[in-house]
């Protein structure tokens, strides 16, 4: 059901009944290393390129949700998946093995929760019983095409953020009421946002208005306050990035709790690695929301979740042309089942 003007309500609040999150070497040093299913010792996760290396992160992804969930690929209708890298190849090669009929979706990093929430919306109007949906990226591969190779060992300046090596997949169900599990009641679609920004070492400080703009419509649209959410995450900003958006939700007038409002790519990471503002990429928020902050809301840590993903829309050329980067992001609000809004 449409709410408002860019919001859907999930009435049938399709159910998170399963999901997979695979990670790097970096991810397992960091502070929800015990929250993936599978971290590999090195980059090259015995591919002989980066870019095969992440497509391996997102089909050992879908395998592990799959193999939670007890169903076999062909029970599955539909595969909702991006990344980063160039005409999301990553994703289609995984399609290509799995053979789950297939939507490629680029969001950027805001690629999550555009998966989620159109997975959501096909689950929610019974377009299918199963649907897998996820996000991955790959710092090596990443770094490559948008800045510099990882060899150079090029010196970045602290707005910069770290690339996570991850995929986290989904997969949605129809509800069944018997099960305390996760399930998605709400989504808010993102407009694309420009303020100006060219630097692709402040993608945080680009992005942080996008991610302003989509919170205060979903709460427009849907007539709730903040403290609605136990948590309010953002995807991907980072500390500079995260603050700014802190600070535009404030001016705006929707006060937020300081605790209440946490990043993803800020929870990602120990304070004494090496990732300047905080961790970034398509599977930043996906293994974070899949891995780590679901695990607390099964344990009961938490009840009501805003997840929104943000993504930068640039590419190497748009940057070459000198071009400024337009940002979007993307909220699902995620509840456990029995929860009532």
């Known amino acids: 059901m ?19 999150v695979t990670g790097g070497p970096f991810e397992a040093n960091g502070n929800l290393a ?4 599978l971290l590999y010792e090195d980059l090259w996760m015995g591919q002989e390129s980066y870019e095969k290396a992440h497509r391996v992160l997102l089909e050992e992804a879908i395998k592990i949700t799959l193999k939670k969930a007890n169903l076999q690929k062909e029970q599955v209708q539909f595969l909702f998946a991006g990344d980063l890298i160039n005409q999301i190849t990553p994703s289609s090669f995984t399609a290509r093995t799995m053979q789950i009929p297939y939507f490629g979706l680029f969001g950027a990093c805001s690629t999550s929760m555009e998966g989620l929430a159109l997975a959501s919306f096909v689950v929610n109007y019974k377009g299918a019983k199963h649907v897998l949906t996820g996000a991955s990226s790959h ?17 970045k300046p602290p707005t910069a953020q770290w690339t996570i090596t991850g995929a986290g997949t989904a997969l949605l169900q129809e509800n069944d009421p018997g099960k305390q599990l996760p399930v998605t009641t709400s989504a808010t679609i ?36 903040p403290s609605y959410y136990d948590l309010i995450v953002t995807g991907d900003l980072g500390r500079i990035g995260h603050d700014t958006a802190f600070e535009l939700l404030n001016k705006s007038g929707l006060k937020l709790e300081r605790k209440q409002f946490q990043d993803c790519g800020i929870l990602m990471y120990k304070s004494n690695q090496p ?6 990429g ?20 938490i009840k009501r979740l805003l997840l929104v993903a943000t993504g930068a829309l640039l590419s190497p050329l748009t940057f070459q042309q000198k071009e ?10 995620i509840e456990m089942n029995g929860e009532m809004g």
């Open 2 to 20: 449409l709410k408002g003007h860019q919001s859907w309500v999930f009435q049938n609040r399709p159910m998170i009944s399963a999901t997979g």
């Open 34 to 37: 015990n929250d993936f299913d």
């Open 139 to 155: 710092n090596a591969a990443v770094e490559k095409q948008f800045r510099y190779p990882t060899e150079y060992g090029g010196q």
């Open 190 to 225: 993102g407009k694309v946002i420009d303020m100006g920004l060219s630097d692709p070492f402040n993608m945080g400080g680009a992005m942080a208005p996008a991610a302003a703009d989509t919170i205060m419509a979903h709460f427009r649209d849907l007539e709730r306050d």
């Open 275 to 280: 990732v300047q503002s905080g961790g970034s």
């Open 282 to 301: 398509a599977g930043c928020s996906a293994t974070v929301l899949y891995g780590h902050l679901l695990n607390e809301m099964k344990k009961g840590n």
């Open 324 to 333: 400024t980067i337009p940002c979007i992001a993307h909220a699902v609000s």
